[in-house]
Protein backbone atom coordinates (compact mmCIF):
# COMPACT_ATOMS: atom_id res chain seq x y z
CA UNK A 1 0.00 0.00 0.00
CA UNK A 2 1.78 3.11 -1.18
CA UNK A 3 0.25 6.61 -0.11
CA UNK A 4 1.43 9.93 -0.27
CA UNK A 5 4.05 11.23 1.81
CA UNK A 6 3.42 13.35 4.91
CA UNK A 7 4.62 17.11 4.08
CA UNK A 8 5.66 18.58 7.29
CA UNK A 9 6.60 22.64 7.67
CA UNK A 10 10.01 23.48 8.54
CA UNK A 11 8.69 24.54 11.99
CA UNK A 12 6.75 21.84 12.53
CA UNK A 13 10.24 19.95 12.55
CA UNK A 14 12.55 22.17 14.21
CA UNK A 15 10.97 21.14 17.20
CA UNK A 16 12.26 17.89 17.39
CA UNK A 17 15.27 18.82 18.40
CA UNK A 18 16.30 16.88 21.41
CA UNK A 19 18.07 13.27 22.94
CA UNK A 20 14.57 12.19 23.21
CA UNK A 21 12.98 13.55 20.16
CA UNK A 22 15.32 14.06 17.18
CA UNK A 23 13.89 14.65 13.12
CA UNK A 24 16.28 15.69 10.46
CA UNK A 25 15.90 17.29 7.47
CA UNK A 26 18.18 15.82 4.82
CA UNK A 27 17.36 16.34 0.63
CA UNK A 28 13.74 17.10 1.47
CA UNK A 29 13.03 14.25 3.55
CA UNK A 30 12.44 13.99 7.23
CA UNK A 31 14.03 11.08 9.48
CA UNK A 32 13.04 10.42 12.80
CA UNK A 33 16.48 9.51 14.26
CA UNK A 34 15.14 9.18 17.49
CA UNK A 35 16.14 5.16 17.76
CA UNK A 36 19.36 6.00 16.27
CA UNK A 37 20.63 8.52 18.06
CA UNK A 38 22.85 6.02 20.17
CA UNK A 39 23.71 3.98 17.25
CA UNK A 40 25.14 6.70 14.96
CA UNK A 41 28.93 5.64 14.22
CA UNK A 42 29.57 9.61 14.40
CA UNK A 43 27.80 10.08 17.53
CA UNK A 44 24.56 11.84 19.13
CA UNK A 45 26.07 14.85 19.37
CA UNK A 46 26.33 15.96 15.61
CA UNK A 47 22.89 14.50 14.61
CA UNK A 48 21.18 16.89 17.52
CA UNK A 49 23.58 19.57 16.18
CA UNK A 50 21.93 19.04 12.42
CA UNK A 51 18.61 18.99 13.61
CA UNK A 52 16.55 22.55 13.53
CA UNK A 53 18.48 23.20 10.38
CA UNK A 54 18.64 21.52 6.72
CA UNK A 55 21.29 18.81 7.55
CA UNK A 56 21.63 18.17 3.60
CA UNK A 57 25.02 19.46 3.44
CA UNK A 58 26.07 18.51 6.99
CA UNK A 59 24.96 14.72 5.73
CA UNK A 60 26.75 14.88 2.36
CA UNK A 61 29.93 16.68 3.54
CA UNK A 62 30.93 13.45 6.30
CA UNK A 63 30.87 11.17 2.57
CA UNK A 64 28.66 8.78 4.06
CA UNK A 65 28.59 5.28 2.49
CA UNK A 66 25.96 3.59 0.46
CA UNK A 67 24.86 1.29 3.26
CA UNK A 68 24.42 4.47 5.42
CA UNK A 69 22.40 5.92 2.82
CA UNK A 70 20.20 2.60 2.61
CA UNK A 71 19.88 2.88 6.73
CA UNK A 72 18.19 6.14 6.41
CA UNK A 73 15.12 4.94 4.76
CA UNK A 74 14.02 2.73 8.34
CA UNK A 75 14.02 6.31 9.98
CA UNK A 76 12.24 8.55 6.65
CA UNK A 77 8.49 9.98 7.81
CA UNK A 78 7.75 11.90 5.40
CA UNK A 79 8.83 14.93 3.47
CA UNK A 80 9.16 18.64 4.38
CA UNK A 81 7.93 22.00 1.82
CA UNK A 82 11.16 23.85 1.28
CA UNK A 83 10.07 26.97 0.82
CA UNK A 84 9.30 26.45 5.09
CA UNK A 85 12.95 25.98 5.51
CA UNK A 86 15.37 29.11 6.30
CA UNK A 87 18.32 28.91 3.03
CA UNK A 88 21.57 27.84 5.10
CA UNK A 89 24.09 31.33 5.02
CA UNK A 90 26.70 30.98 2.72
CA UNK A 91 29.61 32.38 4.25
CA UNK A 92 31.42 32.45 1.16
CA UNK A 93 29.38 34.46 -0.50
CA UNK A 94 29.07 36.65 2.24
CA UNK A 95 32.28 37.30 2.61
CA UNK A 96 33.04 37.74 -1.06
CA UNK A 97 30.37 39.84 -1.07
CA UNK A 98 32.72 42.34 1.81
CA UNK A 99 35.67 41.79 -0.81
CA UNK A 100 33.64 43.55 -3.14
CA UNK A 101 32.45 46.42 -0.96
CA UNK A 102 35.97 46.80 0.59
CA UNK A 103 37.65 46.53 -3.45
CA UNK A 104 35.20 49.13 -4.16
CA UNK A 105 35.68 52.13 -1.28
CA UNK A 106 39.34 51.32 -2.27
CA UNK A 107 38.60 51.74 -6.40
CA UNK A 108 36.79 54.91 -5.31
CA UNK A 109 39.60 56.30 -2.68
CA UNK A 110 41.95 55.60 -6.08
CA UNK A 111 40.00 57.92 -7.92
CA UNK A 112 40.33 60.41 -5.46
CA UNK A 113 43.54 60.27 -5.29
CA UNK A 114 44.75 60.35 -8.80
CA UNK A 115 42.54 63.65 -9.31
CA UNK A 116 44.28 65.03 -6.66
CA UNK A 117 47.41 63.87 -8.10
CA UNK A 118 46.56 66.19 -11.44
CA UNK A 119 44.86 69.67 -9.28
CA UNK A 120 47.65 69.56 -7.11
CA UNK A 121 50.25 70.05 -8.90
CA UNK A 122 47.77 72.62 -11.79
CA UNK A 123 47.19 74.49 -8.86
CA UNK A 124 50.98 75.14 -7.63
CA UNK A 125 51.48 75.78 -11.69
CA UNK A 126 48.96 78.43 -11.38
CA UNK A 127 49.85 80.04 -8.26
CA UNK A 128 53.45 79.86 -9.70
CA UNK A 129 52.19 81.83 -12.74
CA UNK A 130 50.44 84.23 -10.93
CA UNK A 131 53.04 85.62 -8.81
CA UNK A 132 55.80 85.34 -11.60
CA UNK A 133 53.33 88.12 -13.62
CA UNK A 134 51.65 90.25 -11.09
CA UNK A 135 54.70 89.71 -8.47
CA UNK A 136 57.20 91.30 -11.09
CA UNK A 137 54.85 94.13 -11.82
CA UNK A 138 54.37 95.41 -8.41
C1 LIG B 1 19.55 9.39 8.96
C2 LIG B 1 20.69 10.03 8.93
C3 LIG B 1 22.05 9.36 9.11
C4 LIG B 1 22.42 8.06 9.03
C5 LIG B 1 21.55 6.83 8.73
C6 LIG B 1 23.86 8.01 9.28
C7 LIG B 1 24.61 6.85 9.29
C8 LIG B 1 25.97 6.79 9.48
C9 LIG B 1 26.78 5.59 9.34
C10 LIG B 1 26.26 4.20 8.99
C11 LIG B 1 28.07 5.96 9.58
C12 LIG B 1 29.32 5.05 9.50
C13 LIG B 1 30.16 5.42 8.27
C14 LIG B 1 29.42 5.14 6.97
O1 LIG B 1 28.93 4.03 6.78
O2 LIG B 1 29.32 6.10 6.17
C15 LIG B 1 28.06 7.36 9.89
C16 LIG B 1 29.19 8.11 10.22
C17 LIG B 1 29.17 9.45 10.51
N1 LIG B 1 28.12 10.31 10.39
FE1 LIG B 1 26.22 9.78 9.96
N2 LIG B 1 24.32 9.26 9.52
C18 LIG B 1 23.26 10.13 9.42
C19 LIG B 1 23.28 11.50 9.53
C20 LIG B 1 24.38 12.23 9.82
C21 LIG B 1 24.41 13.67 9.92
C22 LIG B 1 23.23 14.64 9.69
C23 LIG B 1 25.66 14.02 10.25
C24 LIG B 1 26.10 15.45 10.46
C25 LIG B 1 27.29 15.90 10.30
C26 LIG B 1 26.45 12.80 10.35
C27 LIG B 1 27.79 12.72 10.68
C28 LIG B 1 28.53 11.57 10.71
C29 LIG B 1 29.93 11.52 11.09
C30 LIG B 1 30.79 12.73 11.53
C31 LIG B 1 30.33 10.21 10.95
C32 LIG B 1 31.70 9.62 11.26
C33 LIG B 1 32.52 9.57 10.02
C34 LIG B 1 33.85 8.91 10.31
O3 LIG B 1 34.20 8.71 11.47
O4 LIG B 1 34.50 8.60 9.32
N3 LIG B 1 25.64 11.74 10.07
N4 LIG B 1 26.78 7.86 9.81
Given at each position: MDSDPKVFVFDEVAKHNHQRDCWLIISGKVYDVTPFLEEHPGGDEVLLLAAEKDATDDFENVGHS?????????????????????????????ASQSVKATTSSAESSGSLLTLLQILVPLLIMGVAFYLQFYGKKQ
Open positions: LSAIEQMEKYYIGNVDMSTVPKPIDYRLA
